[in-house]
């Protein structure tokens, strides 16, 4: 039986809420219509490191959305491939994505940018195109930032790639979960540790992270689309 209340997971609704509006979700939901959401990604939303594909966050995120939202029609697609960079997603947008006909995009990135250094501006100009064409398509998009790296001093420009996702995300009136400090808060309280954001040979310690992240976008998702409806549940 689903716990009501994952205590592992909470985080305060400042660090995962957003200002952003989601208009052809909310709209999806307050008709009655399916609402098909794609999460398109790397690694991390593929699932890399889960001790099974029911473990991944898309997964989680599907199944807390219909605890929170009975009786609406949802679907979450899984369009993560590992390794992907921000471009290689851009050009999978038509086929994988908006092929389902989503009404929300749910797009991770940077991770790889960030790592190859692959050049700020370059990487802000694909964010700006890839949201462009996803909105053209006739969804709405939500950014997810970049995980938390052990060891950050190797890669000198990784911070400057997160801020950047942000500035774009700004400028383009773009929500973002902000994972970064959502995990930041969670491994500060003790929750997590930095070894379970990022997977490893064979010992699916990531699973606790992916259930997090499931579970805090799903909330944060349920109140976006219909506050009244979660209102009175946990």
């Not at 660090?15 to 398109?40: E, H, N, S």
């Not at 990135?109 to 501006?121: L, P, R």
């Not at 997590?192 to 990531?206: F, I, K, W």
């Amino acid at each position: 039986m689903r716990p009501a209340v994952d205590a592992t997971c909470t985080v305060p609704e400042s660090l995962r809420g957003f200002a952003a509006d989601l208009p052809l979700a909310r709209a999806a939901i307050a008709d009655g219509q399916k609402l098909t959401i794609v999460a398109l990604g790397s690694s991390s939303t593929q699932g890399a490191g889960a001790s099974s594909e029911e473990r991944s966050y898309p997964t989680v995120l599907r199944k807390e959305l219909a605890h929170l939202l009975p009786g609406h029609e949802i679907d979450v697609v899984n369009a993560g491939i590992g390794g992907n960079s921000a471009h290689q997603m851009y050009q999978r947008i038509d086929a994988d994505v908006l092929s389902e006909q989503p009404r929300l995009v749910i797009w991770q990135t940077g991770v790889f940018d960030a790592i190859n250094d692959i050049g700020i501006e370059k990487f802000k100009r694909i964010l700006r195109k890839g949201i462009a064409r996803i909105r053209d398509g006739g969804a709405d998009v939500m950014l997810v930032d970049q995980l938390p790296l052990p060891r950050p001093d190797r890669f000198p420009a990784y911070a400057g790639y997160v801020a950047a996702l942000h500035e774009v995300a700004a400028e383009t009136e773009t929500a973002v979960f902000r994972r970064s400090d959502m995990f930041g808060f969670l491994m500060e309280s003790g929750r997590l540790r930095l070894d379970q954001m990022l997977p490893t040979a064979g010992d699916h310690l990531v699973d606790g992270s992916y259930h997090c992240l499931g579970v805090n976008i799903g909330r944060t998702l349920a109140e976006k689309l219909s506050p009244r409806a979660t209102a009175s549940r946990p």
